[in-house]
Every structure is written in structure tokens, then in C-alpha cells.
């Protein structure tokens, strides 16, 4: 699986969208891109994939430069409760292994 | 539908002692995997089930072992315990081995003393 590199920590307005980087430069072509986030003491929760394309479902966007090399999760109106970890993860759909780094801790401020 | 459930949620356990860990998957999901996760760690990857067949395993010692049946529930055994063997061990499920989104469960919090 492709390495990832995140920020360690963002901080975000409450209501203002939050913008996470992760760089893949070394992303091959049967490797999706995955954002999964982790609440404090919770399980890793899905957030959003894509191959190539920008994808959107309600909770986020993702957007994936056409190099692939880096994406953006975008969660468009940030809640106090979307301070969490999260983890970008490229790998192939069909590998079962998810591979989590450090990822970013998302800080969301009142 | 109900999401992966895992139990027990906490648990104590003294060195030397084994466990027993159960994770159920969402329902129709044939696919089970297991993560430990430690502060110094991270999350890590200890193996993956489908049919009843382990298909993909992490770099952990033979200690750790898992099973799958015929209904896809899963359980994750660890034996001979040691004081580094702390940690929430997570369950996640997917449909199929073709399937990318990972379901996790709660986590089973283990301590060792």
C-alpha cells in the first residue's frame, strides 16, 4: 500500500468548512484513496473513497488532484462534533488490510 | 441494521492469563478483520476472515489467533497474556473481499495487570 503524509493537527471554526491534505505521491493506479475518522474511544468510522474523481456524500467531499499524488477531504460546515482523527489510507478495494498512520487531529472550536 | 457488535466492551486479565474476544458482523457481511490499537502503536492490522478462511494476516506473534464460522461471526484469541498486550482490539466487517468500506465495531478494552 501507498504511504500517506498528514498534518498532525488542524484546528477549524465551528461552522466553517475544514480542509485536510494528505499527500500519496506514491499512489499506483488500482489504489483508492479512503478517509476513515476516529472519535475519541470509538471505532474508526468510514467517511468517503474515490479512485480518480472528486467524490461527495453527506457527510464530506473528497477531492483528488489529477495527478493523484494528494487529496483534500473537505467537511463543508465543521460541528464540535467532527473533532476527531482522521486518517487518509490508500490501497487497492480488493486488499483487506487497512494501514492507518498517524493521521490529522482535527480540532473543531466553538 | 445493526452495526458490528463486540464483546465484551472491557475486561480485565492478570500475565500468563488467555482471552477471548467475539465480534459480530453486520448482518450479511462475510468479511471480518481485526485491529490493535495502542497509544504507542497506532492501529494495527492482525488479520482478516472470509468463509471461514483467514486470508490476510498482520506481523503479530503466533500468540494472537482468530477463527470465523459458518454464520461469520468472529473470535480473536490471545494467549499466554502480557502486561504490552493492553490495547482496544477492534472488529470491522465488510460484504466481500471485492467491497472497500470497512464497518468497525466499538472495540473490546483490554487490560492486563
Known amino acids: 500500500d501507498a504511504k500517506t503524509t498528514q498534518p498532525p493537527s488542524m484546528d477549524c471554526a465551528e461552522g466553517r468548512a475544514a480542509n485536510l491534505p494528505c499527500n500519496h505521491s506514491?499512489?499506483?493506479?488500482?489504489?483508492?484513496v479512503y478517509w476513515y475518522r476516529q472519535i475519541h474511544s470509538q471505532g474508526p468510522q468510514y467517511i468517503i473513497h474515490?479512485?480518480?474523481n472528486n467524490e461527495t456524500n453527506e457527510m464530506a467531499s473528497l477531492i483528488i488532484t489529477e495527478d493523484r499524488k494528494s487529496s483534500t477531504l473537505i467537511l463543508p460546515h465543521a460541528t464540535l462534533r467532527d473533532t476527531a482523527v482522521y486518517y487518509c489510507i490508500v490501497r487497492r478495494t480488493s486488499y483487506g488490510k487497512l494501514t492507518f498512520g498517524q493521521g490529522t487531529i482535527l480540532t473543531v472550536h466553538p | 441494521k445493526a452495526g458490528v457488535t463486540q464483546t465484551p466492551r472491557y475486561l480485565i486479565k492478570t500475565r500468563g492469563q488467555q482471552v477471548t474476544l467475539s465480534c459480530s458482523p453486520i448482518s450479511g457481511h462475510r468479511s471480518v478483520s481485526w485491529y490493535q490499537q495502542t497509544p504507542g502503536q497506532g492501529l494495527q492490522f492482525l488479520f482478516e476472515?472470509?468463509?471461514?478462511?483467514?486470508?490476510n494476516k498482520g506481523n503479530f506473534p503466533g500468540r494472537f489467533s482468530g477463527r470465523q464460522f459458518s454464520n461469520s461471526r468472529s473470535e480473536m484469541n490471545v494467549s499466554t497474556l502480557e502486561l504490552g498486550d493492553s490495547a482496544l482490539y477492534l472488529c470491522?466487517?465488510?460484504?466481500?473481499?471485492?467491497?472497500?468500506?470497512?464497518?468497525f465495531g466499538e472495540g473490546s478494552r483490554l487490560t492486563v495487570l
Open positions: 506514491t499512489i499506483s493506479g488500482n489504489e483508492y
Open positions: 470491522a466487517s465488510r460484504a466481500g473481499l471485492n467491497t472497500g468500506e470497512l464497518f
Open positions: 476472515y472470509f468463509s471461514e478462511t483467514q486470508r
Open positions: 474515490g479512485l480518480k
